[in-house]
């Protein structure tokens, strides 16, 4: 996207900050705010010559991108556990920018701590904390000396990233609780901010193209859709700018203090606002993975083979790709579903189960 008109940039003139912004996720949230026109500052600890084995890129990219987007591109090497340099960058802030409208905390850092398949009580104890000081010490520490740049600024806004809209177990506790603690942190955030006119909201990415993702799947970002063979359910993935996008156009939204509190994804910020993807595509991972569970519940239903048995029974009675959704269900939803009369409850169980499926 090259220059804007003034009634294209409607975030021109105002001021964001989104920590963590080397890649993924951070890295579309600040090129979503460039393409409205906006001066991002960009934190993160990579930076040229000092970069993670395996990993280029570096906050400066990230400025400069924005910069091409539209937007105004600002970066500084910031280490969000150190307070020091935190309450330094906000000073900094303060001092060029004159203030901030938005804060997006989308700093993380945990994919390597986190022991997926570990019971909580095996996991390595020193990578637990870690990851949790890493995911929600440094947003805590970011908000205390960000949101007086914004605090009397009404409009303005303050996003935690998290994973999934859900409250349903993510796979590993300290995960877990990482994710779950930053959309917590929107809900107490938005409490106390509502009076100065201020909103607080988690968002999540759906499936995300990141760097990461690509690499594991061995293709680019051009060439993502080659790996729909490898895995279905990427055929309803999005790039890291759609979700940034969705941010960018809640920023602008004058209307946005009656979703403070909540928790969105950027599918449901993009069915909001009408918002492409860089691939001309709508993507919205909720509803695909919905759908998904509907058509295998229904299929399970007709061929007599669904289990309610047991949650084992029925995950693997509703086919494989519904599998990873249904996961989720509970014990308790089960027992409530195989109390349900027969057959004409088949509609109710499939709404049942599909509401339960909110990954976002």
Known sequence: MGAHTNRERPL???VVLVAGATRGAGR????????????????????????????PETIEETAALVTAAGGEGRWARVDHTDVAQVEALCERIA???????????????????????TPFWQHDLADGLRLLDLAVRTHLVTARFAVPLLVDRPGALVVEITDGVGDHYRGSLYYDLAK???IRLAFAMAEELRPRGISAVAVTPGFL??????EHFGVTAEGWRDAIAKDPHFAASESPRFVGRGIAAFAADPEKMELSGTVRSSGMLGARYGLIDVDGRRPNFGDYSRGVVVDGLRAALAEGRLDLSSPEGFVASVGEL???FVGQVSVPLLGRLRGLPRPLADEALVAAVAATVRVG
């Open 322 to 324: 519904a599998a990873p």
């Open 28 to 55: 579309g949230i600040a090129l979503g705010f460039g393409e409205l026109g906006a001066t991002v500052w960009c934190t993160g600890r990579s930076v040229a010559g000092k970069t993670p084995p395996g990993r």
């Open 12 to 14: 021109a003139g105002k």
């Open 95 to 117: 001092g060029e920018s004159g203030h901030l409208d938005v804060l997006v905390n989308d700093i993380w850092g945990g994919d390597a701590l986190t022991g997926w398949g």
């Open 209 to 214: 193209r990141s760097e990461a993702v690509l």
């Open 180 to 182: 779950a603690s930053t």
